[in-house]
């Protein structure tokens, strides 16, 4: 069964600090990996997106890593903002499935 | 253009009522997903639109729910004998095909009392 596992379950931080979620996952066969960010009240949006090839990707203070051998992703926040607290949800798509599989998400809180 | 949008963004009902909840897709986009969030989940499939037909169902809990997108374009999420336990968060979420990234609606928080 496909199942994508994220740790912490929550994280509090104070404002530029770096933290770092993680991401693991059973899908297969895989094709990509997408961490969203879901703030309250809102519907996720897509912060990047990873196919098997690529281990590295960026976007403006994000960053996301992949092992596609360890099957572990991280998502890597670099000099946190209170605008940074919301959900983190880590998305992972098989080939020849339309129906992505949903990670519970890390909820994290950055305080002044 | 305009994101994807749902209506209403909350709705309280009545256990046993009918509920219907509306959501409009971005402009030229295939597919259509449903997703329901209960408080501290991520999102759980119901139902997967390409063009007009329900290409995969596999995710509806039970014959109370039901969607359907006549044109292709808007779908409405039809709620049979609310529960309370249909008490989520029902997300839309629209992309050019079933494998390009999904754009995702604000949500209707549907309460059931």
């Known amino acids: 069964k496909n199942q994508v596992e994220q740790s912490p379950q929550s994280l509090i931080i104070l404002e530029g600090k770096n933290c770092t979620l993680q991401?693991?996952?059973?899908?297969?066969?895989?094709?990509?990996l997408r961490w969203y960010k879901q703030d309250t009240g809102r519907g996720p949006v897509s912060l990047t997106i990873m196919t098997f090839s690529e281990n590295t990707k960026s976007n403006g203070r994000y960053t996301a890593t992949l092992d596609a051998d360890t099957k572990q992703s991280s998502l890597h926040i670099t000099a946190s903002q209170l605008s940074d607290s919301a959900s983190y949800i880590c998305v992972v798509s098989s080939w020849g499935s339309y129906i992505p599989t949903f990670g519970r998400g890390t909820s994290l809180i950055v305080h002044p | 253009g305009a994101g994807v949008s749902q209506t209403p963004s909350n709705k309280v009902t009545e256990k046993g009522k009918y509920v219907e909840l509306r959501c409009d897709p971005i402009s030229g986009h295939t597919a259509l997903y449903w997703y329901r969030q209960s408080l501290g989940q991520g999102p759980e499939f119901l139902i997967y639109f390409q063009g007009t037909g329900a290409a995969d169902d596999s995710g509806l809990p039970n014959d109370r729910f039901f969607a359907v997108r006549p044109e292709g374009s808007v779908s409405t999420l039809k709620i049979q004998r609310t529960e309370r336990g249909d008490s989520a968060v029902y997300l839309c979420?629209?992309?050019?095909?079933?494998?390009?990234?999904?754009?995702f609606g604000p949500g209707t928080r549907l309460t059931v009392l």
């Open positions: 979420a629209s992309s050019l095909s079933g494998t390009d990234t999904q754009y």
């Open positions: 991401c693991n996952y059973t899908v297969s066969p895989f094709s990509n």
